[in-house]
């Protein structure tokens, strides 16, 4: 079964210095329809204006990984961890048994751009940790780079849930393929361009949710990068 999440229909929130939108319910938008897709919880798209970010708050027993798209933002928790994330920057931070944290746009002149996705863990009450990886664009040209896996396998991030996460850039007659075992949920989301997915096409901010299939197939691209998700039910 494939079912389209269009850019339009996701929910929106504009609080000035914060553009965001919404692929699953959260904050003051809410629709049982779109609540999750198996422990897939939480994707916004966040664009933070100059000089401005998001203050200390805390978080529990979830997997936070963030996906910088453009600019710089700046991070810092209560595990004494602080860094400066750009494109091509993946974090992941494990709640736990919590943590705090803050994330600022660290330009003073340009926005950023990045997405916000959280993974219900399937392990809670551990301790909270923190990891970041850089992946570069020649890594993901092409190909599905393993970004985030239960195992921390090929320098992706390790998070705490039976789930995978790869990322592509694809243009042109480039096409990739990813085996989905039986029972097993996916999830695309496209983060810019044009691409079909299993024959579908998608633009930026569309997704497709994927069950009942064996393969996700990706091809017919103009500048795209994707991010797909492989996911219990």
């Known amino acids: 079964m494939l079912q389209i999440r269009t850019s339009q229909e996701r929910g929106a929130g504009d609080h ?6 919404h ?28 000089n401005m970010g998001f203050g200390t708050h805390g978080h529990k027993d979830m997997e936070i990984i963030s996906y910088v798209i453009d600019g710089a933002l700046e991070h810092k928790d209560s595990m004494g961890t602080g860094s400066v994330l750009h494109y091509g920057d993946v974090q992941r931070m494990s709640a736990g048994t919590g943590v705090r944290h803050s994330e600022f746009n660290h330009s003073a002149d340009e926005e950023v751009h990045f997405l916000q996705i959280w993974i219900e ?8 940790s923190y990891a970041e990886t850089h992946f570069d664009a020649a890594s993901k040209t092409g190909r599905l780079r393993l970004i985030a896996s239960p195992d921390g396998r090929d320098g992706s991030v390790q998070i705490h849930q039976d789930a995978t996460i ?8 480039a096409a990739v393929e990813h085996a989905l075992a039986a029972g097993r949920l996916g999830y695309v ?23 009942d299939e064996s393969l996700v197939s990706l091809g017919h691209a103009e500048a795209a990068e994707v991010l797909v998700f492989d996911l219990p039910r």
């Open 23 to 50: 692929s699953f319910s959260f904050a003051n938008y809410h629709d049982p329809k779109h609540m999750g897709f198996g422990p897939l919880r939480v994707i916004n798209e966040d664009r933070v204006a100059p």
């Open 166 to 173: 790869h990322a592509a850039i694809l243009n042109g007659d």
């Open 121 to 128: 863990p399937n392990v809670t009450g551990i301790a909270p």
């Open 16 to 21: 000035g210095w914060l553009k965001s939108k």
């Open 189 to 211: 989301h496209v983060v810019r361009g044009s691409v079909q997915v299993n024959g579908i096409t998608l633009h930026g901010g569309d997704a497709l949710k994927i069950s």
